[in-house]
């Protein structure tokens, strides 16, 4: 039986010997997936097979097509370091290091083609049981502006359903959109360090049963840090999610997901937004940081919103804010609109939304309980006192002050 495990470096394809994982590991993927086909051809025996990638600094020009399952993607280190400090610093002749490392692909695209893996393929059943681990997908550069992380360029984009897809162990750095999901059912993302992209995890279409757990995450003002919509039984948890995303956690239109026990620092208000018709979604221990943005070359972008959109902002119904604590430290004169009270958890809207047990640490006065006019039957229960709860006319609700 051929064998199952391929390595990138040693892999030649026949109609073009001269090209290498060093000159365009994309190719040579491509190659590799078409030898698995050609020696899987039966319905009842296919078990894909993993395709090894060695510590080294690859070439990606041709984007990577996975269209079978049970295929394993693995390198031996994820390489990240941060290319936007490198950017900013200036001279770096010095440095002991100055690209990404580890089993590093540079995102080049000379193809055409904006996203380095497409998963795709139609008809029935769906993808099952891909795996991406332990390797580094660079774009390399945000050319001209280095802080405007825009170059056009995706990381890991699925554009047909997937069941059990794995993304372990990756550093992802300097794309426009770092990893874009289509109609996930059990989709694990773990372990990962996605920082200094456009936008870092985008879940689109719908989904279900799906983790985004214990990975380092920073995002660009132009983008999310972990986006969702459709989506059922998501947790996010575990994960620390640092400046400067335009959010840290976006539900739209999201049911009975949980976020949980994450560490969220940002530079804006609406941390987590639940947009649309969420409902019955759990947001509990996780611990929240405000502070404004600290880095010259950025202080003149936002994300759009005031400090009255709250640092958390529900839309829908059922909803649980429970136990989480929120640090706030801007100074006076960064609060928009100016002289407002911030605010730090918004119903927006719904019915039946419960508030609670949650302590607010601020440097100003602020609300931390604020009920739109729309809503109806919310509980809110020590978390603040009676000057820092605001109901707006027309809301109707339960209230207690913390003693």
Not at 302 to 316: E, I, K, M
């Amino acid at each position: 039986m051929p064998s199952t495990i391929y390595d990138v470096t040693t892999w030649t394809i026949p109609a073009s010997p001269s090209t290498t994982a060093y000159t365009d590991i994309g190719a040579i993927v491509n190659s590799i997936i078409a030898d698995i086909k050609t020696n899987q051809p039966t319905q009842a025996s296919k078990p894909g097979a993993v395709i090894y990638v060695p510590p080294g600094d690859y070439s990606l020009k041709t984007r990577i097509v996975i269209d079978i399952s049970y295929l394993q993607i693995k390198g031996s280190g994820h390489g990240f370091t941060s290319s936007s400090i490198r950017y900013n610093a200036g001279d770096t002749s010095g440095w002991h290091e100055i690209w990404p490392g580890g089993s590093r692909i540079r995102v080049e695209n000379t193809d055409g083609n904006a996203e380095a893996i497409l998963i795709s393929r139609s008809g029935d059943p769906r993808l099952s049981s891909i795996e991406l681990l332990d390797f580094c997908l660079d774009g390399v550069s945000f050319t001209p502006n280095q802080n405007s992380y825009l170059n056009g360029k995706i990381g890991i984009r699925s554009t047909t359903a997937t069941d059990s897809l794995r993304i372990r162990g990756l550093g992802i750095v300097y794309l426009e959109r770092g990893i874009v999901i289509t109609d996930a059912d059990a989709l694990h993302i773990q372990g990962n360090f996605i920082c200094e992209n456009g936008s870092c995890i985008e879940l689109v279409g719908s989904g279900q049963a799906s983790m985004v757990n214990d990975n380092m995450i920073g995002a660009g003002y132009v983008g999310f840090s972990v986006y969702a919509e459709n989506h059922f039984g998501l947790i996010v948890s575990g994960n620390n999610i640092f400046p400067r995303g335009k959010s840290s956690v976006h539900l739209k239109n999201s049911t009975n997901n949980t976020i949980s026990a994450n560490r969220l620092h940002a530079f804006y208000p609406g941390m987590i937004q639940c947009e649309g018709a969420c409902h019955n979604n759990l947001i509990g221990s996780n611990h929240f940081l405000r502070v404004p943005e600290s880095f010259p070359a950025m202080t003149g972008f936002s994300n759009g919103l005031d400090d009255l959109f709250g640092l958390v902002q529900l839309n829908g119904s059922g909803n649980t804010v429970v136990g989480n604590h929120f640090s706030y430290d801007v100074p006076a004169a960064n609060i928009t609109p100016s002289g407002a009270t911030p605010t730090i958890v918004l119903v927006k809207s719904g019915s039946n939304n419960y508030v609670a047990t949650n302590h607010t640490a601020a440097n100003v006065a602020v609300h931390t309980v604020v009920l739109d006019g729309s809503t109806v039957n919310t509980k809110v229960l020590d978390c603040g006192t009676t000057a820092e709860f605001q109901a707006l006319t027309g809301a109707t609700y339960g209230f207690r002050a913390t003693p």
